[in-house]
């Protein structure tokens, strides 16, 4: 019987690509979606035409009923989840000195309590006759944890944090399951970037090059594939986390938009 893995936000972008590799190596896939409903059920269609197994799976991950009931679904369709990723984000500016608090709670809510629920919930559900380490938990986090600056401020207390969570999860929910973070640097479009900032700002790292988000894919597959591996993170971001930076990097490559954003 094939692995099971949920991917949150599967439907476009990096999920997508996930949800991709994981088929590709014989996993069977949940995608999930809230508003991007049609594009999963798209990507699930292609994955299949290609002789792989999907299904979607919609929830607002803002809702714990929602995620007990997605949880509940997966479980009752295909047994115990062996994977997790949770890859779906709330990214919103805000700053320090000024964020809204009900804006903080909905980017902790998704960003952080979200992935820890789906893995509480899936922490629940040992399954039988599951080797040791042989299911895994993988959060998605950003370079930006390891390379500080105060930009988007909300969204980048809330990625700390879930780093963090990684060692702690890991020691927690051993020996059955494994906990590992991805830390990707800048990959697509964000927020009020022109793809002229885009190219330019995708430049900036070691490498001199822009990332791989196919790479940064694999990685996720990499780690849920290779169960000596816990409790860690790769940065996966042509060293984009040794380059400091007192902003955000599309802010320092120039003015992301036509105006002017602080």
């Known amino acids: 019987m094939a692995k099971s893995v949920l991917v949150t936000g599967g439907a476009r972008r990096l999920g997508a690509l996930i949800c991709q590799q994981f088929a590709r190596a014989g996993w069977q896939v949940w995608c999930h ?21 999907a299904r979607t799976v919609q929830a607002d991950l803002a809702s714990e009923t929602d995620r007990q009931q997605m949880m509940a679904q997966i479980a009752a369709e295909s047994g115990p989840l062996d994977c997790l990723v949770n890859n779906a984000s709330s990214f919103e500016p805000d700053a320090a000195q000024g964020f809204s608090v009900q804006d903080m709670r909905q980017q902790l809510e998704v960003n952080l309590i979200a992935p820890l629920d789906l893995s ?32 988007y401020f909300s969204y980048t207390v809330s990625k700390l944090a879930l780093e963090r969570s990684v060692a702690l999860q890991a020691q927690a929910l051993a ?27 995708s430049q900036i790292n070691l490498l001199r090059r822009a ?22 993170t790769l940065p996966v ?26």
Not at 122 to 151: E, W, Y
Not at 211 to 232: E, K, R, T, W, Y
């Open 33 to 53: 979606a809230q508003h991007s409903l049609a594009d999963a059920q798209a990507l699930c269609a292609e994955i299949i035409a290609a002789g792989g197994q």
């Open 120 to 151: 509480r919930l899936m922490a629940q559900d040992i399954g039988v006759n599951n080797p040791t380490g042989s299911r895994s938990i993988i959060h998605l986090l950003d370079q930006k944890v390891f390379n500080l600056n105060p930009d």
């Open 175 to 201: 020996p059955h399951i494994r906990v590992c973070g991805v830390a990707p640097g800048l990959m697509f479009l964000s927020g009020p970037q022109t793809q002229a900032n885009f190219d330019q700002s």
């Open 211 to 232: 990332i791989d988000p196919a790479q940064v894919a694999a990685s996720c597959l990499f780690l849920a594939q290779h169960d000596a591996l816990n409790g860690i």
């Open 237 to 262: 971001d042509n060293g984009q986390h040794l380059v400091p930076l007192s902003r955000d990097v599309m802010f320092v490559a120039g003015h992301p938009s036509k105006e002017n954003h602080a």
